[in-house]
């Protein structure tokens, strides 16, 4: 099919959450029928996991992921032992909301530290801890990886083919990939590495457009059809491995559309969504 | 050895292009015994080819890397055979210069394409008309592999594996790699394409720091020291791997380094050369 199953629209609430509170991005979904959502916790923490899983519910809508798992490294095991101990409590969250998965920014170098590859080391050592706890529960847990320029950071993933790694390496039973076009776009690799992981492995598809010129490294997203991503090619690429989940829109937009009225937002979405998914 | 040869410091100009010319630079390079330089085309074309040929050899520098050749891609065959005649012209600078390589910055997306891999066909087929004119005039031409945030804007070509490839593809007769740890510290495979490059493609050696956080996209790069990259381990990674040539010093600091006296700068290059390097 040429233009996306309208239906598949998924909204990360990042993309209007300085202009809305969880419960109004909720109620803007459905008003608009955006049918997929996904929240973040510091959101669903204010507004009472239940009170959100209940909303949700009434509205009919699908819980696309959970945002989010992960940073994993720290600089010692107490550290490490917290942050799997939220990773935990994370995961327990995504099931109680019905998330398709837990989404893992898996973490960037400990405080002081360059030492990138121990960072990985840390990720795979929690990452297998964290699925000992979540898959006897039944949450997915899907690995993003995010661009090289939140390498330090946020999350020393950073291609396709380090998370198909850690699934080979830990077993793909529960486990998977977030794929994210603003942070794989330019990999020489990512056909490939979705071949490499197929639909099983394909547990999220995130959207939005890179700017050219980028003008913030992390709140400059843009709209989908405003930049250079290729996303139609690239939505077809994964529904043609078998990959039938949601499309989730996720921008951090400072300067655009954090400013804009949220249902013009939503509005646009719906319409780059058809144009350009 | 466990600290830098001092005598291995070269300053890619653009350290200092804010407060010196090059004529000041070049003499600035004598005053503190730094070795090697790196200059770029419109400051060499400001000062003259001849005269910038004549400043360098009376100091005794070597020229470590011309910047810059590349930006292959264009939206038809006229603008890409402007861009290779302009090539052209900067294998002749080069050689003029008695360079050690033409660095080449490969080239983004033309206006107004989202074609990424259409584009790195355009470098490829670029590279190897450029090849025919440099071979038999015995310059060296480096394939800089750029940061994947600068793969829409300024270069296509964003892993170290990509630019091997391409040597394997074209041949590696007067192809090698520009090693810039800014745009390669968070490769996975860096170790794997070092080695895969071996001393033979290993045509130059960058070094700066990766600050975290990151202000800007472009002009916020660290001196070594100040950020997260390990530059030592790298930098006895290339050298355990034969590579004998320079450390450049590339520092694009629009807030910090730029606003200083370029003395101290120079003093603090090679401080922290001996230090992190």
Not at 8 to 24: D, I
Request: with cysteine.
């Amino acid at each position: 099919m040429h233009q996306p199953d309208p239906h598949k629209l998924s909204l990360n609430t990042a993309t209007v959450r300085q202009q809305w509170t969880l419960a109004q991005i909720i109620e803007g979904c459905a008003r608009h029928d955006i049918r997929g959502i996904s929240p973040w916790r510091d959101q669903v923490a204010e507004l009472g996991l239940l009170q959100t899983s209940r909303m949700i519910k009434q509205h009919g809508l699908t819980v696309t992921g959970y945002c989010r798992g992960g940073m994993f490294p720290g600089n010692d095991e107490a550290e490490r032992r917290r942050h799997l101990q939220d990773n935990q409590r994370a995961v327990d969250e995504a099931l109680e909301l019905n998330a398709a998965c837990l989404v893992l920014v898996v973490g960037g170098l400990p405080a002081g530290s360059k030492d990138l590859s121990g960072a990985r080391n840390q990720v795979r050592d929690g990452l297998s801890a964290l699925l000992d706890y979540s898959r006897p529960r039944g949450m997915n847990l899907a690995i993003e990886p995010l661009h090289p320029m939140y390498a330090a950071d946020r999350a020393c993933v950073n291609t396709l083919s380090q998370a198909n790694d850690l699934c080979d390496e830990l077993g793909d039973d529960g486990l998977g990939l977030a794929i994210d076009l603003y942070h794989t776009w330019w990999d020489p690799n990512f056909q490939q590495e979705i071949t490499r992981a197929g639909s099983k492995r394909l547990l999220a598809f995130h959207i939005c457009d890179w700017l050219n010129p980028t003008q913030d490294l992390l709140e400059d997203r843009g709209m989908m059809g405003d930049g250079v991503i290729n996303i139609r090619a690239f939505r077809q690429s994964v529904e043609a491995l078998g990959y039938i989940g949601f499309h989730e829109v996720e921008i951090f937009s400072r300067k655009n559309w954090w400013m804009r009225d949220p249902d013009e937002v939503l509005r646009v979405c719906k319409a780059r969504h058809k144009e350009h998914g």
